[in-house]
């Protein structure tokens, strides 16, 4: 049998150890970001909607909002890519000076 190529394929047991099971924190729903903060991407597999199962553990830059959810600047290779991505998937990293 030919195996599935969907957007979430290999991602049903996606840090099932690591998550808080239970209610989902409506303080991680609603937390707010400003544009240059650095924020990590940390997949939270109890939403139905993440981002592509490749950038998760990258860390990006707040470039800009659109509605809910905010714009990454990511590093991928070479390239700088802008993600999409909703905050119940993001965690705030403190800049050392």
Not at 19 to 41: A, H, T
Request: net charge positive; charged share 35%.
């Amino acid at each position: 049998m030919k195996g599935s190529k969907g957007y979430r394929r290999r991602t049903r047991n996606l840090k099932t150890k690591l998550r808080d099971k239970g209610k989902l924190k409506i303080r991680k729903y609603l937390q707010e970001f400003k544009e240059n903060d650095l924020v990590s991407i940390v997949i939270n597999p109890s939403y139905q909607s993440i981002p592509h199962p490749r950038f998760q553990g990258r860390t990006g830059r707040v470039v800009d909002k659109q509605g809910r959810a905010y714009y990454l600047e990511i590093k991928d290779g070479g390239k700088k890519k802008n993600i999409l991505v909703t905050p119940e998937h993001l965690t705030k990293i403190e800049e050392s000076k």
